[in-house]
């Protein structure tokens, strides 16, 4: 079973607009985390936000925020006020063992094309 | 403060020739991880390092790939006997051990491959 599934086909957002990229993933262990990454056409990957298995509240970083269920195991990315430079690839990616670095495992990507 | 080094950043080869890529991570930071990213997908691990210590290497890792880091500092990855289905990006990553509490990877811009 993917342990990340990112399903959207591409997305297309109007500038200033805000846009939901989903994210779910499969995991039995308590303790993880989750990140989300960008992934512009120069191919350097970016990490955008991160969330805790245990964090009690949503992550923000700037126009970032994470819609985290944990019952659904969802993580969704939340961009607002889409800029022109916003369009690029999204990967969700989860570590099962925070803390320990061990790999992350990434979904398949999203891609975001906003428009002007 | 500069970034994960990728070189180089392009390789044309020959089905059957012998390519090697080198990564030299943020000085810092004592892992160092490898993935491997073909068109329209996720990142997919393939090897890790903590200082010179290789602790994980993923089925993917066939016979004909190989990975060192001899002095805990630049890595390089090598594929033998290259075939047209290694074509694709291959991304480095690295990270402080004990990274905060996100354990982000920071990556290159990746070194793509085609194999003719």
């Known amino acids: 079973a993917q342990k990340i599934t990112q399903t959207q086909p591409g997305m297309f957002v109007q500038e200033k607009e805000a846009v939901t990229l989903d994210c779910t993933y499969d995991t039995s262990d308590q303790s993880y985390g989750l990140f989300w990454y960008k992934q512009p056409s120069s191919g350097e990957m970016i990490f955008l936000i991160y969330q805790g298995s245990y964090d009690e509240q949503n992550a923000t970083e700037g126009r970032y925020s994470l819609n985290f269920q944990k019952a659904r195991k969802s993580a969704n990315l939340v961009i607002s006020a889409s800029q022109l430079g916003d369009s690029a690839m999204y990967f969700c990616a989860m570590r099962e063992y925070p803390g320990a670095n061990s790999k992350l495992t990434f979904g398949k990507g999203i891609t975001l094309s906003v428009r002007p | 403060d500069t970034g994960v080094s990728q070189n180089p950043r392009h390789k044309i080869t020959k089905r059957g020739q012998n390519v090697t890529f080198r990564c030299d991570p943020i000085s810092e930071h004592n892992r160092l991880y490898w993935y491997r990213q073909t068109l329209g997908q996720g990142p997919e691990f393939l090897t890790y390092?903590?200082?010179?210590?290789?602790?994980?290497k993923s089925r993917l890792l066939s016979d004909r790939f190989s990975a060192e880091r001899p002095k805990g500092s630049f890595s390089t990855l090598e594929i033998q006997r290259t075939e047209q289905g290694d074509s694709a990006m291959y991304l480095c990553a690295s990270s402080p051990t004990g990274a905060g509490r996100t354990g982000e990877l920071f990556f290159g811009e990746g070194s793509r491959l085609t194999v003719l």
């Open positions: 390092f903590q200082n010179e210590a290789q602790l994980e």
